[in-house]
């Protein structure tokens, strides 16, 4: 028996009500194993200028779980694009909102302050001195809310427990 759901989606894309088809479902499954293995679902604490790892490493996992959806929309195919508020076009607008957004904001000058590392200073330290480093983890917090949110909506179409 097919179930209706009515959930929020962050980012501004707000209620969505689909009764998701058995594609969506295994689509849904892909995306859950993706989102709930990457940095978006790790918990952040503390200071940012001294806990919150590397801002590379963290850009480089968002890249990848880019790809990886991707690869899950292409994988599912047109199935999962049937309407505005399938689950296909509402991770792109997920994505193009959030992930993207950070990748637009930070790459670029992140990248320049890595090219000024001339003296071998430890990665991590020289990180810290990017004029944006501060920012960068703000924005990422608000990223992993969000994305937590869509990971409970992931959960709930795929039909699985909660990862803690």
């Keep these: 028996m097919a179930i209706k759901f ?5 980012f501004g ?6 009764t ?3 594609k969506e479902k295994e689509a849904a499954w892909a995306l859950y194993v993706e989102y709930s293995t990457r940095i978006t679902r790790v918990r952040r604490h ?3 200028k001294k806990d919150f790892g590397s801002a590379r490493l963290a850009m480089d996992s968002l890249y990848t779980l880019l790809n990886a959806t991707r690869q899950v929309l ?3 195919g047109p199935a999962i ?7 296909g076009p509402i991770t792109i607008r997920v994505l193009n909102r959030s992930v993207r957004k950070i990748l637009d904001e930070f790459h670029t000058s992140l990248e320049a302050h890595e090219s000024t590392n001339k003296t071998n200073l430890e990665r991590i330290k020289h990180e810290r001195k990017w004029e944006h480093y501060e920012s960068f983890w703000k924005k990422m917090i608000w990223l992993q809310n969000g994305l937590r ?3 409970n909506v992931l959960e709930q179409i795929a039909g699985v427990k909660p990862a803690k």
């Design 74 to 76: 292409r994988d599912a």
């Design 149 to 151: 949110s869509y990971l």
């Design 13 to 18: 894309i707000g209620k969505v009500e689909w």
């Design 20 to 22: 998701p088809s058995t």
């Design 6 to 10: 009515t959930v929020s989606i962050p």
């Design 81 to 87: 694009a049937k309407t505005s508020n399938s689950l």
């Design 46 to 48: 503390g200071d940012p």
